[in-house]
């Protein structure tokens, strides 16, 4: 198994560099053919939506049909799939996608609250979200 980085990722994904787009295309391809698997960490999914948003100024919607792409592709492997999609299903209809990853990543390790002192975060999730 090989993991991407998220300079991979967006590179692929925006074909801003030709050359190393190829090379991660080239690194896909031969994963693909040899029947291996490449792994997309969480944390370099939060950080790929960060430089889409912000740098390519990408929408919710094309950022989330990228990563549900990720996730139905039979070579990439994203640890919590089930906690991504559901962070995906809330980013769609706002939100950041950081902080819905966080939420859901919490909850599945089964933690009680989440402590933060993020106002937005405390609103959105009352009943976990607190700085108490």
Known sequence: MIALD??????????????????V??????????????LILSEVLIETVWVLESVYHCTHEEISMLIKNFL?????????????????????????????LIVGQAKSHQAEKLFSFDRKLQNRFPDFVTEN
């Not at 998220?6 to 090379?23: F, M, W, Y």
């Not at 080239?26 to 053919?33: K, N, P, T």
């Not at 139905?72 to 819905?100: C, H, M, W």
């Open 6 to 23: 998220t300079n991979a990722i967006v590179r692929v994904l925006t074909e801003d560099d030709v050359v190393q787009s190829k090379k």
């Open 25 to 38: 295309q080239a690194v896909i391809s031969q994963a693909e053919a040899n029947g291996r698997k490449i």
């Open 72 to 100: 139905v592709a039979p070579t990439f492997y994203l640890p919590n799939s089930t906690v991504i999609r559901k962070a995906i299903k809330q980013y769609e209809i706002g939100g950041d996608f950081a902080d819905l």
